[in-house]
């Protein structure tokens, strides 16, 4: 178990010799191995002579069997202990999975057939069943050419429909991997985690089991190929770059930043003079950072392992192997270690998001007692330098947040004058301009009417909220017979149109089926650009499929539409539904992984069914300074709020995929609308079309 002891404790005149506090039963290898000259961390300038035994036995008296770190060949090892592999399988050195503690949970789980209920990161119901998960463990090394687009070599017994040989579902794992393919596979991940959930809520919370929707995404696309940078690797990661969040940790197994799904050291084997040694990849530190060093450069880290014996109530030193023994000989060996750090999420209390913060390497190690009165390792890691910023940018946000310190370049702190239920601030350190032009700042829609007023609207009976799996809610039937969100308030699938609650429904203001109303949700910073003008960015880092807020101003009539189409020409600050645009890419999950049926195609440009312009250039929202992007991070959806007279038309922004904070969202304006201007693209994308509108 991770221990994320994050104190910025150094070592101290009263700390604890390790030779006194450990018993580190000696290294079995293929020849001894003694300390170098002159190296005392973990090594008493007096100890005990090292006793050398063979990988397997014979073992001296009193010798007991130790974890193998260093696994022989094949052709030394006993008859017995050879892999039994498929035609062309190859594994290279790495500890076995019978060590793993999740694999036995997992096989335990799986033979008792039993049905845990807990708390999770997930946010879905607390009635999903979770399956043995099959994929390899984090530690055994495949080679690159074990997941290509052939096929995976192990059979499944997962109960979903694989498709071994789709080329819809697999990708190109090459040892170069770009940003795109790592995005598109944690996209593939939350897109089907997203949809686990959502099918689970409709379910009798009676019916027991475990939240671990994670867990089943990621043991689906495993066990379909789905996965980039297989091989394990000292330093950066191809495709991941500093700075991308992920809101689970299967997410980094999957592309490859972290190998292991429960434990905060990955490890890996490495030859040195002829001889196997472990050494550390990456680690994540989950804990909270007040007391880290402040310009975030430095970070105290505690080793996995020891804590309290809750049955016996005996306080447990933590001791010098595996993860531990692994960042031991990092520092000796000087080889950089990827660091992530976790952190609390803002959206969801249970949840976590970790970032990568990039490449540092361990200065010094030493002991100290614990919390628990153990005594736990302590790791000094030191951030490499001329990296991009990271974890800084998490520091600094929290600073402005307890209001320490003025942001650089503020204009105003709240742009909105207390109109939304969160600050919006206004920045501009590029150039002397002290604003946008004037606007009356407002959250919604002015001169709306219903989109059926020729109808009466017959808003939901629910009492409380409306649950999932609810045949008798007539909002969900409006759905398609599902909530088209999550319990995180994350939209789970791409529509051509959401119905949500509203005014003539019973159900209360908290209701799911109203996650796009009652303000922001995360805070926003319209910023000054280098050449666009101004634009908008959050704090917070946003899941994919997050709320992020509506376009507010006032609606144009279509008899208008041609009176004012010269004005709406030159206007930069209008929003036109009627253009095309593209779907979001790989916004929604692959049926076929889920045993589901095959959607049916449609055009991959989009108009949308219920056009509506809206001109915010005198009265409006934050949403009229999202620029255009020709690889967006967001994509707009109508929404419909059920009124007494009527079916209201909101237009509303999610995130298509995880974006991390201060990053700028850009949404695809789309081509040929109404107003059939074009204006040249300054967007930057590899994908650019040059144009827009």
Not at 638 to 665: Q, R
Request: net charge neutral; hydrophobic share 30%.
């Amino acid at each position: 178990m991770e221990r994320g002891l994050d104190s910025d404790s150094v070592p101290s005149p009263g700390s604890f010799d390790k030779s006194k506090v450990l018993d580190v039963k000696p290294l079995r290898c293929l020849s001894p191995v003694f300390p170098p000259q002159g190296f005392t961390s973990f090594y008493p300038p007096q100890g005990p002579p090292f006793v050398y035994a063979p990988p397997f036995g014979p073992y001296p008296s009193g010798f007991t069997a130790f974890y193998p770190f260093c696994v022989p060949p094949e052709h030394q090892r006993p008859p017995e202990q050879h892999p039994q592999t498929t035609s062309g399988a190859t594994n290279q050195a790495g500890p076995s999975r019978k060590s793993s503690k999740f694999h036995d949970l997992q096989e335990e789980s799986a033979t008792k057939g039993d049905s845990v209920r807990s708390v999770t990161e997930d946010g879905c119901s607390d009635n999903l069943k979770q399956p043995a998960l099959q994929f390899s463990h984090p530690n055994v090394h495949n080679t690159d050419a074990e997941a290509t687009s052939s096929g995976v070599r192990q059979k499944s017994k997962s109960s979903y429909k694989r498709l071994r040989n789709s080329q819809e579902v697999r990708l190109s794992l090459a040892a170069s991997v770009d940003t795109e393919s790592v995005e598109t596979i944690v996209m593939k991940f939350d897109a089907i985690r997203r949809r686990i959930c959502q099918v689970e809520d409709a379910k009798d919370p009676a019916s027991g089991g475990t939240r671990r929707a994670d867990l089943r995404a990621g043991a689906i696309l495993m066990n379909n190929g789905l996965r980039t940078n297989v091989k394990k690797r000292i330093g950066a990661v191809s495709g991941v770059e500093i700075g991308d969040i992920f809101f689970f940790r299967m997410e980094m197994c999957l592309v490859g930043l972290h190998g292991q799904s429960m434990a905060g050291i990955d490890y890996t084997s490495l030859k040195f003079n002829e001889e196997e040694e472990h050494v550390a990849v990456s680690i994540v530190s989950s804990g909270g950072y007040e007391g880290d060093v402040d310009d975030g450069d430095v970070l105290i880290y505690s080793g996995q392992g020891g804590n309290t014996n809750k049955k016996s109530k005996e306080v447990v030193d933590q001791k010098l192997e595996r993860g531990n023994l692994a960042l031991e000989k990092s520092l000796r060996r000087g080889n950089e270690v990827r660091v992530i750090r976790g952190m609390k999420d803002v959206g969801n209390s249970t949840g976590k998001v970790y970032i990568y913060d990039g490449l540092y390497k361990i200065k010094e190690s030493w002991t100290e007692k614990g919390k628990s009165g153990g005594n736990v390792f302590k790791y000094k890691l030191i951030r490499e330098p001329g990296q991009a910023a990271g974890f800084a940018i998490w520091k600094s946000i929290q600073v402005w947040k307890e209001g320490f310190t003025a942001r650089r370049g503020l204009i105003l702190p709240d742009l909105t004058s207390g109109v939304e239920n969160l600050p919006v601030s206004l920045v501009n350190d590029v150039d002397d301009e002290k604003g946008p032009a004037y606007f009356s700042y407002f959250p919604g829609l002015k001169n709306a009417k219903p989109v059926n007023s020729h109808e009466y609207s017959f808003g939901c009976k629910c009492k409380g909220v409306c649950s999932s799996g609810n045949r008798d809610c007539s909002c969900i039937k409006k759905n398609g017979g599902d909530i088209p969100y999550i319990a995180t308030r994350v939209l789970v699938s791409w529509k051509p149109v959401i119905h949500e609650c509203g005014p003539s429904c019973q159900c209360q203001p908290h209701c799911l089926n109203r996650a796009s109303q009652n303000g922001l949700k995360v805070r926003l910073e319209v910023f000054r650009t280098k050449d666009r003008g101004w634009g908008l960015r959050s704090w917070d880092p946003i899941r994919a499929g997050g709320f992020i807020c509506e376009y507010a101003g006032e609606v144009i009539e279509k008899i208008k539409i041609e009176e004012e189409n010269d004005e709406l020409e030159d206007n930069d600050y209008t929003f036109d539904a009627t253009c095309n645009y593209e779907q979001p890419a790989d916004f929604n999950y692959i049926p076929e992984l889920l045993g589901e049926e095959k959607e049916v195609n449609m055009n991959k440009e989009y108009k949308a069914p219920l056009p509506i312009i809206i001109n915010a250039k005198n009265v409006g929202n934050v949403a009229r300074f999202m620029n255009h992007g020709c690889s967006p991070n967001v994509f707009w959806l109508p929404v419909l709020h059920e009124h007494n007279d009527g079916s209201y038309l909101h237009i509303a922004f999610y995130a298509i995929k995880h974006i991390p904070p201060m990053t700028e969202l850009l949404y695809d304006y789309g081509t040929s609308g109404t107003q059939h201007r074009t204006k040249k693209c300054l967007c930057g994308s590899s994908k650019c079309r040059g144009c827009f509108g």
